[in-house]
C-alpha cells in the first residue's frame, strides 16, 4: 500500500486548507482499515487530527472538530481533509496514515508542507 498526500503548500490565514491522499495498491473500502490524518507542527510533536473508515462517520480531536471535516471519494480512492479558518498555528507537516482496527498503523505517506501565511 502507498499513500500520498497532496495540496497547496501555503495557505493564507482564514482560508480553508484541504489536503488529499491518493491510496494505491488497497482498496479504502475495505473493512478494518482507518484512514488517518497526522501533523508535526515545527519543533513539536505528531498531532493526530482525526480518522475516518468507510463504514462510519469522522472521528476528529476535540480541539480541531469545530473546523475539520474527513471525507473519502471511494471513485479515485482518496480520503481529503479540510481544515477551516486555519491560522499560522496549523503551519506543519500533514501526513496521511493507513491503520488497521486493533492492530495500529502500517503504512504512513511521505507527507507535505503546509505554511500558514499572509
Known amino acids: 500500500v502507498q499513500l500520498q498526500e497532496s495540496g497547496p503548500g501555503l495557505v493564507k490565514p482564514s482560508q480553508t486548507l484541504s489536503l488529499t491522499c491518493t491510496v494505491s495498491g488497497g482498496s479504502i473500502t475495505t473493512n478494518n482499515y482507518i484512514w488517518t490524518w497526522i501533523r508535526q507542527p515545527p519543533g513539536k510533536g505528531l498531532e493526530w487530527i482525526g480518522e475516518k473508515t468507510s463504514s462510519s462517520s469522522n472521528i476528529i480531536s476535540p480541539g480541531l472538530k469545530s473546523r475539520t471535516s474527513i471525507s473519502m471519494d471511494t471513485s479515485k480512492n482518496q480520503f481529503i481533509l479540510q481544515l477551516r479558518s486555519v491560522t499560522p498555528e496549523d503551519t506543519a507537516v500533514y501526513y496521511c496514515?493507513?491503520?488497521?482496527?486493533?492492530?495500529?498503523?502500517?503504512?504512513w505517506g511521505q507527507g507535505t508542507q503546509v505554511t500558514v501565511s499572509s
Open positions: 496514515v493507513k491503520g488497521v482496527s486493533n492492530m495500529g498503523y502500517d503504512y
